[in-house]
């Protein structure tokens, strides 16, 4: 049985959380903040979560335990099998990833801890932010998932990306990044009935607290 190392409110612990909820694979679920613990640098060498406990050993790095689980494992396919139409999917991934969720991760302080900063890095978040969303409109179909018309690991990272990165745009720049983006608006309010992203979200949501908690202390030292 898989294990699944992180914590419930970590997005990208998510990301295959539910990759493993979809596929209909059975895991356990320890929960573990990243961490420089010499025990848990052997495991994850960076000390970030997620990690993927396997027969063999560990998995870590997100991209690369999702690709093990379509590779090896059975149940619900999350790439197409056709390459071009697969490499789209994974440059969609990429795009998502670099274009939008790592220029959110910017405005993360300011918007969800109560830190502030400077306007220079406000500036370059909004901006990444804009270039992302619409490099996302360019490439994504939407038709009506991200890549056509299957769910596929591109509508994962969209799910986990977009909402983060909207409530900072929100948060600091007063901006509704999906205001003329009707379709990628549906799409995130048809994934949110998703049985198992509602299990995800109830999850998040009973876990933040001891995450608040854990956070605060460590920003007291």
Do not use: W
Not at 52 to 73: C, K, M, P, R, W
Not at 110 to 126: H, P, T, V
Not at 179 to 205: G, S, T, Y
């Amino acid at each position: 049985m898989f294990k699944l190392y992180g914590f419930a409110v970590s997005n990208y612990f998510n990301m295959v959380k539910l990759a493993l909820l979809e596929k209909g694979l059975t895991f356990e679920e320890v929960t573990l903040y990243g961490n420089q613990s010499e025990e848990f640098l052997s495991i994850s060498p960076r000390g970030k979560v997620p990690v993927l406990g396997v027969e063999q050993g560990f998995i870590n790095e997100t991209s690369a335990i999702l690709d093990y689980l379509e590779e090896s494992s059975v149940g619900k396919a999350l790439l197409p099998h056709e390459p071009f139409a697969r490499a789209q999917v994974r440059a969609l991934v990429k795009e998502i990833e670099l274009y939008i969720e790592l220029p959110a991760r910017i405005g993360y302080p300011q918007a969800f801890f109560g830190a502030s900063i400077s306007d220079a890095l406000k500036a370059k978040c909004r901006a990444e932010l804009l270039a992302g969303v619409a490099t996302l409109k360019r490439h994504a179909s939407f038709a009506p998932y991200v890549a056509g018309d299957s769910f596929s690991l591109a509508d994962i990272y969209f799910l986990y990306s977009i909402d983060l990165a909207c409530g900072v745009a929100k948060k600091l720049f007063d901006l509704d990044l999906l205001a003329d983006f009707p379709a990628a608006r549906e799409l995130l309010l048809r994934l949110n009935q998703n049985p198992h992203v509602k299990r995800i979200a109830a999850d998040k949501e009973a876990a933040m607290p001891a995450f608040v908690a854990m956070a605060q202390a460590k920003a007291k030292g």
